[in-house]
């Protein structure tokens, strides 16, 4: 069974230690801001994007969390790593096309591995079983 994420002291210190290493462009990680859904106030997390053969992809490990809301009601989002930000347009990408994104990211970021209700040596298809419960957003521009 998949771990349940639950925000705690310690993961809002980690979250906010992780984003300020992003903001300075250190680690793979970058600050995602949506617009808050109900307080229209910048809402900032941050996240791991995968690249997919030169397209850009932010996957939502811990299900359909707040953020997530947030891109749902509102596509327009900024990203930032270091000097570097752009606001770009997510699209949501469908359950069935997310299997293999999925597999992907789950190779590329170990720490999440337990929020995937899936076999310790997974293949794509068992993502695809898993796939509803993980949102994936595609970067458009």
Do not use: C
């Amino acid at each position: 069974m998949a771990r349940i994420y639950v925000v705690t002291k310690g993961t809002r210190r980690v979250n906010k230690f992780t984003m300020w290493l992003a903001r300075r462009g250190l680690g793979r990680q970058v600050v995602l801001t949506t617009t808050g859904r109900r307080s229209g106030e910048p809402r900032s997390v941050p996240v791991s994007p995968l690249d997919i053969k030169g397209t850009g992809y932010i996957v939502s490990p811990y299900g359909e969390v707040s953020w997530v809301k947030n891109v749902r009601e509102n596509k327009s989002v900024h990203l930032r790593q270091g000097r570097q930000s752009r606001d770009v347009t997510l699209a949501e990408v469908p359950p069935g096309r997310r299997g293999e994104l999925l597999h992907q990211y789950w190779k590329q970021e170990r720490i999440t591995r337990p929020y995937f209700d899936v076999p310790s040596d997974p293949d794509p298809s068992d993502f695809a079983a898993v796939a509803q419960q993980h949102p994936v957003f595609k970067i458009v521009t």
